[in-house]
């Protein structure tokens, strides 16, 4: 199982004061000593955290590959494709949203999305589409020629929190998850259900081109360790959590961690 490690929180920290520090290129080589596989970044339309300088330094510098989110955006693209990351990985985004909030509405993008992918394809850089874990997202994306999926842990993610800590006991509590303990487990397992068919049915290649599947969204220590094993999955890509993790034991030791607690049996 590799592990990508999400850094866009470091770049969150700077931006609160407006200054040089922390920098995410520091991030990159403290990442490959703790053992991560590849960096993720989301370069999103309102800059946020992540700037067009960090990817560009990060790209040109990193000893590991690099994985950049973006959105459906014409200008974002046409610079990606001109740095050539070593893929590129489709998400929905949403100015007011705090963080990704599902995954990309294939059928209503379909040509925008094919486009997309080609113009990647002829520059030699990979492709992943962000997608919630639905089966004709599966066979859309295998269709439209992505070479990979990133199945969306979102709702999984959530359901195990409000089930396994005190998020219900918070001003962030979910309303809409706000169920009996029971009812929350019932639904982690069928959401754990929904990805291992879809990373199933992505990877097989009984009928067409198999896609390789990748996971992410909201994973964390106590809840990626069933995520990581399911078989058919081969990546994650974690941010929020290991930074969080960072501020009290460091940035690599919060890396080494999130590694142990993927192979925890």
Do not use: W
Request: proline share 4%.
């Amino acid at each position: 199982m590799r592990l990508g490690v999400n850094i866009d929180h470091i770049a969150t920290l700077r931006e609160a004061r407006a200054i040089n520090e922390p920098d995410p290129l520091e991030a990159v080589f403290v990442a490959k000593n703790a053992g991560a596989n590849q960096i993720t970044l989301h370069l999103r339309e309102d800059r946020r955290h992540i700037h067009d300088n960090d990817v560009k330094r990060i790209i040109q510098a990193s000893p590991l590959p690099i994985n950049i989110e973006s959105a459906l955006d014409e200008k974002i693209v046409d610079s990606l494709c001109a740095l050539k990351p070593q893929r590129i990985t489709l998400v929905p985004e949403k100015r007011e949203e705090i963080t990704t909030e599902g995954g990309l509405d294939i059928e209503t993008h379909y040509d925008s999305i094919r486009a997309t992918l080609k113009a990647f394809e002829s520059v030699g850089i990979a492709s992943a589409l962000f997608i919630d874990p639905k089966k004709e997202s599966i066979f859309l994306a295998r269709e439209l020629g992505a070479d990979a999926v990133e199945l969306h842990t979102g709702r999984y993610a959530n359901l195990y929190l409000m089930a396994n800590s005190n998020l219900s006991r918070t001003q962030h509590s979910i309303k809409a998850m706000d169920l009996p303990t029971q009812e929350l487990l019932e639904q982690i397992q069928e959401s754990l259900e929904s990805l291992a068919q879809c990373a199933l049915l992505a990877t097989s290649s009984t009928d067409a081109r198999p896609l390789k599947c990748f996971a992410g969204h909201g994973l964390n220590y106590q809840n990626v360790q069933a995520v990581a094993a399911i078989p058919h999955i081969s990546e994650l890509n974690i941010g929020h959590s290991i930074i969080a993790r960072a501020v009290f034991v460091g940035l690599e030791r919060a890396i080494i961690q999130m590694k142990e607690a993927m192979c925890q049996r």
